[in-house]
């Protein structure tokens, strides 16, 4: 069974094996790591690794399972690093199921003790975005290997995936507990970001950069430190933290998307365009097509807009055939740009499989934009009630909030919302900031009530 499960892996390989050769000038003792072991040290730390180590060592591990059908290990670190490069190519269809084939044959050749196999398996489902799996999974990789620091990112993603932010605060104080460095202020940074803590967020993201052992790496935490920057409307510093990890790692094409944010916001509308046509071509997520269609709509170019809204829809279906669920994102696309009707469909179903803060946004606004305004004022709520887990400081979120309440006649919470997300970034979206900018202007100054005299 073990020999048929490495065929079926095998036989699925992208390339051939990458070999690495050390010049006869350069001397021993300068020579650094090898692509194949750079790559594994960025995997099992769940950092970024370039794409052509991450090659070197799914080459080297496929010869690795070939040769030694029983190696656990080998199989573990061979399914890991297909996840990695799912996610950096954004080939789930092809790369996600071997990634699963390789970690349940480890688990299968060693089914005890073998919290890598359970770690990777955690870290495939959160990719997937099937948190309800992530958290099984790595709860019995807690459980086995309760003080190994690896353990424990995969179950920050998965709790913050499923709304439970007390136990996601949890996992990062025990993983700060046991572990320093780049791969926890990285987790950090994600976690005090959702809980508001946007200058923490700000200075983990730093400290992780500094310390960042390679330029993919140190171009992730930048790529991630440009994202936080764009959220509070910084753009001239969003698009530094892009440029620059796009200089250190050619192939990160988050921060090619991320370029494009910024240069929209900064009227640099045609590099804009071309930085999200770079973005899609190397890793097509629907995420940059939709974001890309916006872009055209915002522009009056409704024909490119409706191609990159088809573009979007079959990236979710090919996906979907790797085993990610799309549901929140094609439910967003559908909210604005298509049926809000079968937007609330889907998030209903997201929204009771895995309730947490985006989603409670996403089906707030499909409710509003289907026009059941009162229903939606819960869910709006939801998202940016602090009192509620809504600790995200999001322009989207309070835009969506204000819209709602301005559709229910409560004028005077709508202008603040509204007023609090142009506040917090007047560029959030080149679609819906102008509609936030003509709802607040439509809405007026406050009506000063004559105060009775005594």
Known sequence: M?????AGVCSLVLGGLVLWTRGEEAPRAAAGPAPGARAQTAVRSGVAASLPDLAALIGQREAAVRERPADARSWAVLGAAYVEQGRRTADAAA???????????????RPKDNADALTGLATLAAARRDFPAARDWAEAAKERAPKRWTTYPPL????????????????????LELRSGPAALGRAAAVYRDRGWREDAAAALSDAAAGASGPA???????RAGQLAFERGDREGALRHFEEAVRLDPDQRAAQAGQGRALAALGRTSEALGAYRTALAKQPLPQYAL?????????????????????????VRRDAAGGVDGDLLLGRFEADHGDPAVAVGLLTGE????????????????LHRSGRHTEALRYARIATDRAKDGTVRSAPYLYHLGMIERQLRDEGPARRHLTEALAINPYFSPLHAP??????????EPTVTSVPEF
């Open 351 to 366: 929204w009771r499989r895995q309730p947490s803060v985006e989603v409670a946004d996403a089906l707030g606004w499909a």
């Open 217 to 223: 790496e140190r171009a992730a935490w930048l790529e």
């Open 95 to 109: 790369l996600y199921p071997r990634a699963e084939q390789a970690l349940r044959t480890s688990l299968k050749v």
């Open 435 to 444: 509609s936030a900018r003509r709802a607040l202007s439509a809405l007026g």
């Open 156 to 175: 920050i993603d998965a709790y913050t995936g499923l709304g439970d932010t007390k136990k996601a605060k949890a996992a990062l104080d025990r993983l």
């Open 291 to 315: 974001e890309l269609g916006e872009l055209y709509d915002a522009l009056g170019m409704t024909a490119p807009a409706r191609v990159q809204y088809d573009v979007l829809r079959e990236r």
């Open 2 to 6: 073990v020999g048929g499960a490495v």
